[in-house]
């Protein structure tokens, strides 16, 4: 272990996703180099400020600049209602792809932890949804077509509900 490797792992060392070998050897480096035990909790220190800014931070529109944008929105809407029909296509049929993927990457196994939490977790309270992750499980492939209405809604919901810039699979 290196200086420069741990610099490009020390996110997933932080997150604690790193395997526990490499963590070992990266806990006997910064034990052992000065510059990289400091950079380490500089990066904390970076990471920790970071997230209270973003609990703190408001992202509300003023009111007056909202009524200009909704005003603006409408009329260009009523302009141009055949680009409002084609925008609207494009975000359903961009949804039903992410919902095809996220499928696809249960099947696989390949879901992020926190997807993967949340999948079972709401198929603990969802019999609809359970039966049909264990039926996708053992046909080990996705049905052709898109799912179910109740669980491609609830599905959906689960990939709004990740945290923002979180994906769902495991790259």
Do not use: W
């Not at 604690?16 to 963590?23: A, E, H, I, K």
């Not at 400020?49 to 409408?74: A, G, H, M, N």
């Not at 055949?82 to 961009?94: G, T």
């Not at 992410?98 to 990457?105: E, G």
Request: charged letters at 30%.
């Amino acid at each position: 272990m290196n200086c420069k490797e741990l610099a490009y792992m020390l996110a997933d060392y932080i997150d604690g996703s790193m395997d526990p070998q490499l963590r070992e050897e990266l806990d006997a480096h910064i034990a052992m180099c000065e510059p990289c035990m400091i950079f380490t909790k500089t990066f904390l220190v970076a990471s920790d400020k970071t997230r209270q800014l973003r609990k703190e931070i408001e992202y509300k529109i003023p009111p007056e600049v909202r009524s200009r944008l909704e005003t603006f929105v409408r009329a260009a809407a009523l302009k141009f209602p055949e680009k409002v029909n084609e925008y609207r296509e494009q975000v359903e049929r961009e949804r039903r792809e992410k919902v095809a993927a996220l499928l696809k990457a249960a099947i696989a196994g390949r879901l992020s932890s926190i997807t993967a939490l949340l999948v079972e977790t709401h198929c603990a309270g969802c019999p609809e949804c359970k039966e049909y992750f264990d039926g996708l499980l053992k046909a080990s492939s996705p049905a052709a077509g898109d799912p179910p209405m109740l669980i491609d809604s609830h599905v959906t919901r689960l990939m709004e509900s990740l945290p923002p810039g979180e994906e769902f699979f495991l790259a």
